[in-house]
Nanobody, 123 residues
Framework: VQLQASGGGLVQAGGSLRLSCAAS????????MGWFRQAPGKEREFVAA????????DYTDSVKDRFTISRDNAKNAVSLQMNSLKPEDTGVYYC?????????????????WGQGTLVTVSS
């Protein structure tokens, strides 16, 4: 599975960005998909994920009610709509995929990682 993330950029606090991730592979609909992020000097952390069907989603507390993850299995794509962005949302965002189709919060819960896209939120 290859994952290609895009959509990062520079935005002012309070603004919005939409990250997209295109996945290769004919079995995309079986994977759980998610996003992690890594701020400078910090460990990589879970942001959001959706299970294989899209009917189950989960978010880290700091982004609940601001971020929305969604997937389109027909297009082999997953997106992350980020609203009301804060400076603490700054970091490299990674698209991830899990073969077992289940949402996980741990880094080792995902076998496949994209290259990352940088999000910078200015105050």
């Amino acid at each position: 599975v290859q994952l290609q993330a895009s959509g990062g950029g520079l935005v002012q606090a309070g603004g919005s960005l939409r990250l997209s991730c295109a996945a290769s592979g004919r079995t995309f609909s079986r994977y759980a998909m998610g996003w992690f992020r890594q701020a400078p000097g910090k460990e990589r952390e879970f942001v959001a994920a959706t299970n294989w069907s899209g009917r189950s989603t989960d978010y880290t507390d700091s982004v609940k009610d601001r971020f929305t993850i969604s997937r389109d299995n027909a297009k082999n794509a997953v997106s992350l709509q980020m609203n009301s962005l804060k400076p603490e949302d700054t970091g490299v965002y990674y698209c991830v995929a899990a073969l077992n189709g289940l949402v996980a919060h741990r880094v080792d819960g995902y076998e496949f990682w994209g290259q990352g896209t940088l999000v910078t939120v200015s105050s």
